[in-house]
């Protein structure tokens, strides 16, 4: 796969603005992620809802109620876990994720019944799909995000989140450009651009180089419990997991004739493929991450 210039070009400029973003939704303070990441989730949401319609029509038949009750629940869900750290006009986002999660998924069903007078299990099934791979990662990066809120340690609430994040972003930028100059074997049919070179090169510079980050911040107090090996092991998860994530977003999109899921970002596409390889990756280095916190 030769190196396109141009491509890199627009794809190196959307990635620097996605960058400032991110970070800024990351680093300021648990708001501007909530708020960061409720947007992610509802795009992501809307393009999957969109391909399970290309592929299958019968979903196009899902009640309203269905339609928005069922992203809902999943932002719900994101605010039941944020630790109860975070409130609004006195009442805390943990309380109001409780009682909106139960609600929004009580009027999906009722709402379904009450038009359709019965229930369409490959529909429900489709959003539960959906909730496992889109609302659920999220939320485990909202429960990461605030564990350590209000820590005395500097920066404590953020490491967790970035060492997933950051172990991503290294992995896909080193793979692409990795697979551009010296990939020569395809891995997958489902996916033709992405090589077996481009893959363990990501994946070999995505743990060597948050392996320095650690082995660098590891005399800070703030990192002190993430030694350089954790920075690896999730670095190593994370983009072992994320490689199946873009592969699973793929056959998705093939299998609804996409090449893109939206148009959100030039050169990049929409907000599933940006975020698919977190969407899988999470679910594991999460994982990894509460030994390491609870069982080290």
Request: contains cysteine; positive net charge; hydrophobic residues 50%.
């Given at each position: 796969?030769?190196?396109?210039?141009?491509?890199?070009?627009?794809?190196?400029?959307?990635?620097?603005?996605?960058?400032?973003?991110?970070?800024?939704?990351?680093?300021?303070?648990?708001?501007?992620?909530?708020?960061?990441?409720?947007?992610?989730?509802?795009?992501?949401?809307?393009?999957?809802?969109?391909?399970?319609?290309?592929?299958?029509?019968?979903?196009?038949?899902?009640?309203?109620?269905?339609?928005?009750?069922?992203?809902?629940?999943?932002?719900?869900?994101?605010?039941?876990?944020?630790?109860?750290?975070?409130?609004?006009?006195?009442?805390?986002?943990?309380?109001?994720g409780w009682w909106g999660c139960l609600s929004f998924l009580v009027?999906?069903?009722?709402?379904?019944?009450?038009?359709?007078?019965?229930?369409?299990?490959?529909?429900?099934?489709?959003?539960?799909?959906?909730?496992?791979?889109?609302?659920?990662?999220?939320?485990?990066?909202?429960?990461?995000?605030?564990?350590?809120?209000?820590?005395?340690?500097?920066?404590?609430?953020?490491?967790?989140?970035?060492?997933?994040?950051?172990?991503?972003?290294?992995?896909?930028?080193?793979?692409?450009?990795?697979?551009?100059?010296?990939?020569?074997?395809?891995?997958?049919?489902?996916?033709?651009?992405?090589?077996?070179?481009?893959?363990?090169?990501?994946?070999?510079?995505?743990?060597?180089?948050?392996?320095?980050?650690?082995?660098?911040?590891?005399?800070?107090?703030?990192?002190?419990?993430?030694?350089?090996?954790?920075?690896?092991?999730?670095?190593?998860?994370?983009?072992?997991?994320?490689?199946?994530?873009?592969?699973?977003?793929?056959?998705?999109?093939?299998?609804?004739?996409?090449?893109?899921?939206?148009?959100?970002?030039?050169?990049?596409?929409?907000?599933?493929?940006?975020?698919?390889?977190?969407?899988?990756?999470?679910?594991?280095?999460?994982?990894?991450?509460?030994?390491?916190?609870?069982?080290?």
């Amino acid at each position: 796969m030769a190196l396109n210039l141009s491509i890199l070009k627009t794809r190196s400029l959307t990635a620097a603005v996605f960058v400032i973003v991110m970070l800024v939704g990351l680093l300021w303070n648990p708001w501007s992620f909530f708020v960061l990441f409720s947007i992610i989730h509802f795009g992501c949401w809307s393009e999957y809802q969109e391909m399970m319609v290309l592929i299958d029509k019968e979903y196009r038949t899902i009640s309203p109620f269905h339609r928005y009750s069922v992203p809902l629940a999943g932002w719900c869900l994101m605010m039941y876990f944020d630790q109860g750290n975070l409130a609004i006009a006195g009442l805390s986002l943990h309380v109001i994720g409780w009682w909106g999660c139960l609600s929004f998924l009580v009027l999906s069903v009722v709402g379904e019944i009450l038009q359709y007078k019965s229930l369409n299990m490959a529909n429900i099934g489709r959003s539960v799909l959906g909730l496992l791979y889109i609302s659920v990662s999220l939320t485990l990066l909202m429960w990461l995000r605030t564990k350590f809120y209000k820590s005395p340690i500097p920066f404590a609430d953020r490491i967790p989140v970035l060492m997933i994040i950051g172990s991503i972003w290294i992995n896909d930028t080193m793979a692409y450009i990795v697979g551009s100059i010296i990939g020569r074997t395809p891995m997958s049919a489902i996916s033709p651009k992405k090589t077996w070179e481009g893959t363990i090169g990501g994946i070999i510079l995505a743990i060597g180089v948050m392996g320095l980050i650690g082995y660098w911040l590891n005399n800070e107090p703030a990192w002190a419990l993430f030694a350089p090996g954790h920075w690896m092991a999730v670095a190593a998860i994370a983009s072992v997991t994320g490689t199946f994530g873009d592969l699973l977003e793929s056959k998705l999109k093939r299998m609804a004739g996409l090449k893109d899921s939206g148009h959100i970002m030039p050169g990049h596409g929409g907000f599933l493929d940006r975020f698919d390889s977190l969407l899988v990756a999470t679910p594991f280095a999460f994982a990894y991450l509460l030994w390491v916190i609870y069982g080290s």
